[in-house]
């Protein structure tokens, strides 16, 4: 028996800018056109960074809901899933689109070392995201980073912020992250 799988897409993440690759998706409108090929391609979640007007990224409450508005639209059913990362994004703005109240949004539950930045994620602002998740009845999605990442969400658990069995993804796609594993899957 084949089980059910769920195609999740980020069409734009908070990195790569038009120079990068010219079709990248940066305006609202540009979002909600490649949010719907993918998902008339199969795709049933989306994840959402949006960008300021010269692609940095924003944590602008109102560009949300207007891409939100537009995957309701375009895409019925879709799971729609904000970033509330931190990349560029002003600590005191990124859980400001969560009044929106998304169907999910992404929890990085501690900080991690990027091989150019520190993606910072201190203590206080992960219970203050994670609190209005809950108050907003919004799934997160743990975002682990790095193994101190599943002690984070543990905390929230035991806090009754979370689910027991939360949703999660794994992210060891980073150098530092990959050479770090290799190690201790080796030596430990």
């Known amino acids: 028996m084949m089980r059910p799988v769920t195609i999740a897409v980020a069409i734009t993440g908070s990195v790569p800018r038009k120079k990068d690759n010219p079709a990248l ?6 979002q909600i056109e490649s949010i719907h ?8 979640l989306v994840h959402i ?5 010269d692609e940095s990224p924003s944590s602008d409450p109102d560009r949300f809901a207007e891409v939100q508005a537009g995957v ?3 895409c ?4 729609v899933q904000f970033s509330t990362g931190g990349r560029g994004r002003d600590p005191a703005g990124r859980g400001l689109s969560l009044a929106h109240r998304p169907d999910m949004a992404s929890l990085s539950t501690g900080s991690t070392n990027f091989p150019t930045i520190v993606y910072e994620n201190p203590a206080v602002l992960v219970l203050d995201l994670a609190t209005r998740m809950k108050q907003f009845e919004i799934v997160p999605e743990v975002e682990i980073f790095d193994l101190s990442h599943i002690h984070g969400a543990k905390r929230l658990i035991d806090a009754g912020l979370m689910s027991q069995r939360p949703q999660s993804n794994s992210s ?3 150098r530092t992250h990959f050479r770090r594993m290799s190690i201790c899957s080796t030596s430990c």
């Open 49 to 53: 960074h949006v960008r300021n007007d």
């Open 37 to 44: 090929a993918a998902y008339e391609a199969g795709a049933a």
């Open 72 to 74: 309701r639209k375009h």
């Open 172 to 174: 060891w796609g980073s």
């Open 25 to 30: 998706p940066v305006l609202p409108a540009e």
């Open 76 to 79: 019925p059913g879709m799971i």
